[in-house]
């Protein structure tokens, strides 16, 4: 029996692309869902993965690919680099919007080399699923009017802390949505498997120890959402047994990332009211946290035994679903931390001079709320809102009860109640 397609933020983002461009770029990381999405709204549909045919016309005869009906589907054109510059140029011989659908789970090596998409192509992230988008969430409180300043008044979460333990640890590929928890870690973890013994080696041909990759990466887990340096990862997989160094390290990050499974947070850069200077190093984060609970072997019984780490994965978890929704805004996430210590887990920009600020907390009690909170207004206190604008919300996001606005103007929101 056919799964039933679970509607995405992407669908109308990828609506909006095809009303205005030529080609569309979808790229997100194997399995999250790019295709399904993209059939949706494609006419006719051309895989290069499972094609030889196919991939054998792109290689010789290009041009004789892209004659389907539009917008035509071409489902991993990475596996032939050529084509961009072949729908390139049928884009600019037709002259029309809504002509071609690209995905790619990968950046192809000679990615430097083609020529600009400028005018031609967009480009679209996707991701795993959200809570939201897998049913999980109210989404009773929007991302979108939270960057409009409006103020958050109800909403219980659906999802207890267990609820929150089980879909951290589930992971949100499409799917395993109707698997057992138990298959949906087996899963994972053939997956991870599957990147490390054959998919990195298609970014750029690079033959990579496996033993030393997965010591890598299990590094990464270790740090997830924390602003580890090179340094530290690199003496962090000694305890694997193997050796990296620094420049290995990034080398090994890059190519991950190009396979789109490392996808670090970048700080915001906001002009501020005092000369403090702003930190600039990543928080790591990997395509879906179910990822780094699998690297380090952490199902529901250990993760109720290791609330840090559980704190650690749950800030990840939210990151994900932040970037889902921001991207349907057009918008991005980053993190912000200065050099006098003041930093804020997330920062919500959608928009000129549009931004919002969230720390990430796992427990409700009011001490810990009350910290928080005193944080994001020191921060808010910092930016220069001549120049950046005023935030459209600070909020504290937390695993369970309620979304209420505090005295002080800061919400507190349970991811479970967040959505576009």
């Known amino acids: 029996m056919a799964r039933k397609y679970l509607p995405r933020v992407a669908d109308g983002v990828l609506a909006e692309h095809l009303g205005r461009i030529g080609a569309v770029l979808i790229e997100g990381a194997k399995g999250c869902g790019k295709t399904e999405t993209a059939r949706r709204q494609a006419v006719s549909e051309v895989r290069l993965d499972v094609d030889s045919a196919a991939r054998e016309t792109a290689e010789l005869a290009p041009r004789n690919l892209l004659q389907g009906k539009t917008p035509l589907l071409i489902d991993e054109w990475q596996l032939v680099p050529g084509l961009w510059n072949a729908v390139r140029r049928e884009v600019d011989d037709r002259g029309e919007d809504g002509l071609f659908i690209l995905t790619g789970s990968a950046t192809p090596r000679d990615d430097e080399s083609r020529h600009s998409g400028a005018g031609r192509f967009s480009r679209m992230r996707m991701r795993?699923?959200?809570?939201?988008?897998?049913?999980?969430?109210?989404?009773?409180?929007?991302?979108?009017?939270?960057?409009?300043?409006?103020?958050?008044?109800?909403?219980?979460?659906?999802l207890s802390l267990d609820g929150i333990i089980e879909r951290l640890c589930h992971g949100g590929w499409p799917a395993d949505q109707h698997r057992s928890l138990i298959q949906a870690r087996a899963n994972v973890h053939d997956y991870l498997e599957e990147i490390v013994f054959g998919d990195i080696k298609a970014v750029d041909g690079v033959r990579r120890d496996p033993?030393?990759?997965?010591?890598?990466?299990?590094?990464?887990?270790?740090?997830?959402?924390?602003?580890?340096?090179?340094?530290?990862?690199?003496?962090?997989?000694?305890?694997?047994?193997?050796?990296?160094?620094?420049?290995?390290?990034?080398?090994?990050?890059?190519?991950?990332q190009r396979l789109m499974l490392y996808e670090p947070l970048t700080a915001w850069s906001p002009v501020l009211r005092s000369k403090a200077r702003v930190r600039t190093l990543p928080k790591h984060h990997l395509t879906d946290p179910a990822l780094a609970a699998s690297l380090l072997q952490a199902g529901p019984a250990e993760l109720r035994r290791d609330m840090k780490t559980l704190g650690f994965l749950f800030e990840s978890l939210a990151v994900h679903d932040l970037r889902v929704y921001a991207g349907g805004l057009?918008?991005?996430?980053?993190?912000?931390?200065?050099?006098?210590?003041?930093?804020?887990?997330?920062?919500?920009?959608?928009?000129?001079?549009?931004?919002?600020?969230?720390?990430?907390?796992?427990?409700t009690a009011q001490h810990v709320l009350d910290a928080a909170a005193a944080k994001l207004l020191s921060f808010a206190a910092r930016v220069d809102t001549q120049s950046s604008g005023a935030p459209g919300a600070l909020a504290i996001i937390t695993a369970t009860e309620y979304a209420y606005t505090r005295a002080d103007g800061v919400a507190v929101i349970p991811l479970a109640t967040l959505g576009l």
């Open 128 to 158: 795993t699923l959200s809570l939201a988008e897998s049913s999980h969430s109210s989404a009773e409180v929007s991302l979108d009017t939270l960057l409009n300043g409006e103020r958050v008044d109800g909403g219980r979460a659906p």
């Open 330 to 363: 057009g918008g991005a996430v980053s993190h912000y931390r200065d050099e006098t210590g003041v930093e804020v887990d997330a920062v919500v920009t959608a928009g000129y001079n549009r931004w919002a600020a969230f720390e990430v907390k796992l427990g």
């Open 211 to 256: 033993k030393r990759l997965f010591a890598l990466l299990g590094a990464l887990a270790r740090n997830i959402a924390a602003e580890a340096t090179l340094v530290t990862l690199a003496a962090d997989t000694t305890g694997m047994g193997v050796k990296l160094d620094p420049s290995t390290v990034g080398a090994y990050l890059n190519a991950l």
